[in-house]
């Protein structure tokens, strides 16, 4: 006899719930849940010590293609997190595993593969970076960024949070999940535990294995998504989900806002705004009780962040924030508003000082005319004083710092190889350079990638017989872009992952020749490239926006008599493009122009003239 989905349901919330603990934690936590229901108690345990008995997690010291495992971080429901040396880059990483059992499932696998396919397309400082997918003995492993930090859920157990680093923390989970959403991602579990701060409150959201793709979504893979996911199963963390999300609805962006709603009153009070005594009672809070307010629980909440935090956790999708730009903004006039209001306090803090030393030097509003004359020339004269030794420090500085012999600066070589290196490209992180090298021999330039700071040799990417030059790195830092030069006046646009493996042709292009790079510049988005190209050698090089699927479309159209447009540069926004270009074929010398670009369903396209800077 099959389980009814009402039952699976129930066993599925405790079980994953479970899943996130140590495992010397599990079983308390299982006893207090299911405390009114033995059956369900039993039938959750029957289901963590199949999972006990069929895990075997790699070993310390074990090397997987080129990771050495260093240490077991963590383990949840749908992996576990090892600390691993990337023993070709020499650098440390992240290596999640899906858990033995879990290979076992179909569905769990495509789930885990799906999370690095949803997070790897995400671009984004506040979310954790994906660097690639391994296999090992048929188990996929992704690779991620090595996080230095703790989560907010260790965080929160120390109370509540400062307002103003609730609203920081805040707002950049928001800009996170706006960066998801515009990608038609939604993250279906956020919690404290998934949200990472790191250095200077930093905010790194982990862990999109179970988001959803909205967006491209054919009658094929909408029937895959439906099938992965059981009938009756509810995925996420109950006390973060929102009410749409429990009773099994089609989620949007919305739904990561109302958990995002529950993290913020969490971090802002020291406590869930849904409670009960088991996960059923804690999933019947979030659909029927309005939790009380921010303010209630701790006084020194703002009234305004109580309003937003509210806002958040409305039950209707309808009566929420829409995006979580809108949330994002929402914070920042916050965050505007108490700056102004701490500099108003502190100048009437000083104010008050300044009247209560009057006051001690027996000068009285109620005075005579004349004790008034003499109360002015009081203040006439510490305004003098203060001047005085305002201008006097600043002048003295200035004196100092003019006497001051500057730094002897000493030039470093980042590469001391022979042959010729050119074409220098720095990693989004700055800890790696790619470059063009003719290597030992001098006979054909190829791609390579060295680490800053290190005395080995550098990586080589590619190892075609054709010339490669002009290494651009993605905004990601997985992949490099460049130019391979092919005969008959032909080059290819190339990518290849930056940690090595197969190159990949984007498009063909004519050969810019002589003309000075670089010709490739990414979009911030990482979805396209703005190349230097001409659609014949007889044409002038224009600049082309080429996107990762091939796809080219013009974007500058130079007079017919000049060399043309190259160097690509584009604003971190994307909406500004700047370039050189040389109008007179006979003078060596260029100008700089740009260009406003806007982003539209089809790409960045142009929006005005080119101008000249």
């Not at 703790?150 to 923390?169: A, M, W, Y």
């Not at 988001?211 to 006390?239: C, F, H, I, W, Y």
């Not at 508003?337 to 009247?355: H, M, V, Y």
């Not at 905004?475 to 872009?481: S, V, Y």
């Amino acid at each position: 006899m099959s389980m009814i989905p009402e039952r699976w349901q129930q066993i599925r919330v405790v079980l994953q719930d479970a899943l996130e603990l140590p495992p010397h934690q599990r079983s308390g936590f299982v006893a207090k849940a299911c405390s009114d229901d033995p059956a369900l108690r039993q039938e959750v345990e029957s289901f963590l010590a199949l999972e006990d008995e069929v895990r075997f997690p790699p070993t310390i010291g074990e090397t997987i293609s080129h990771y050495r495992i260093v240490a077991e971080l963590g383990s949840g429901g749908m992996g576990v997190v090892y600390k691993a040396e990337d023993v070709r880059l020499q650098r440390f990483v992240a290596l999640k595993f899906l858990p033995e059992n879990l290979c076992k499932d179909r569905k769990a696998v495509q789930r885990f593969e799906r999370e690095a396919r949803s997070a790897s397309s995400l671009n984004h400082p506040n979310i954790c970076t994906i660097y690639e997918v391994e296999e090992h003995e048929t188990q996929p492993v992704i690779v991620m960024e090595l996080l230095h930090g703790e989560n907010l859920k260790h965080r929160i157990r120390k109370g509540p949070l400062p307002t103003d680093e609730v609203i920081d923390l805040g707002t950049q989970i928001a800009d996170a999940l706006e960066a998801a959403h515009i990608k038609g991602i939604i993250h279906r579990d956020i919690k404290p535990a998934n949200i990472f701060v790191v250095g200077q409150n930093r905010v790194k959201v982990l862990d999109f294995g179970l988001a959803k793709a909205l967006s491209n979504v054919g009658a094929e893979d909408q029937r895959e998504e439906e099938s992965l996911t059981m009938e009756g199963a509810v995925l996420g963390t109950s006390s973060y989900m929102s009410p749409e999300q429990v009773r099994g609805e089609d989620l949007d962006g919305r739904s990561d806002l109302f958990s995002l709603g529950v993290v913020l009153y969490e971090l802002t009070t020291g406590k869930r705004p849904f409670v009960g005594k088991n996960r059923i009672t804690i999933l019947d809070a979030i659909l029927h009780v309005r939790p009380e307010s921010p303010t209630a629980v701790n006084p020194s909440v703002p009234k305004e962040l109580d309003t937003i935090i509210s806002k958040a956790l409305e039950k209707s999708p309808d009566l929420r924030y829409q995006h979580a730009s809108e949330l994002r903004s929402d914070l920042q006039q916050l965050k505007r508003k108490t700056e102004s209001s701490s500099k108003r306090f502190q100048s009437a803090s000083d104010l008050a000082f300044a009247r209560e030393a009057l006051s001690d030097s027996g000068i009285r509003s109620t005075a005579t005319p004349v004790r008034r004359r003499k109360w002015w020339y009081a203040i006439i004269t510490i305004a003098i004083l203060i001047l005085g030794g305002v201008v006097g420090s600043t002048l003295w500085f200035l004196r100092v710092a003019h006497n001051t012999p500057e730094p002897n600066l000493t030039a470093v070589p980042l590469t001391t190889y022979l042959g010729f290196q050119s074409n220098p490209s720095f990693s989004p992180d700055g800890n790696q350079v790619a470059f063009a090298w003719n290597g030992d021999k001098q006979d054909n330039f190829d791609i390579y990638v060295k680490l800053i700071g290190t005395s080995g040799p550098p990586l080589r990417l590619t190892t075609d017989p054709f010339p490669d030059y002009d290494p651009a790195w993605s905004p990601d830092g997985r992949f490099i872009a460049f130019v391979s030069c092919r005969p008959r006046n032909k080059s290819a646009v190339m990518i290849i992952p930056a940690l090595g493996g197969p190159e990949r042709k984007i498009a063909e292009i004519s050969t810019p020749g002589e003309e000075p790079g670089p010709h490739l510049a990414w979009s911030p988005d990482g979805n396209s490239l703005v190349i230097s190209d001409r659609d014949s050698l007889t044409d002038p090089l224009s600049l082309f926006l080429l996107s990762i699927t091939g796809e080219k479309r013009r974007l500058t159209f130079p007079p017919a008599s000049s060399i043309g447009d190259t160097s690509p540069a584009l604003s971190p926004d994307g909406h500004t493009l700047a370039f050189s270009r040389r109008v007179d074929p006979d003078i060596n010398l260029g100008d700089l122009y740009t260009l406003n670009l806007v982003a539209t369903s089809e790409g960045l396209k142009p929006a005005g003239q080119v101008k000249r800077i």
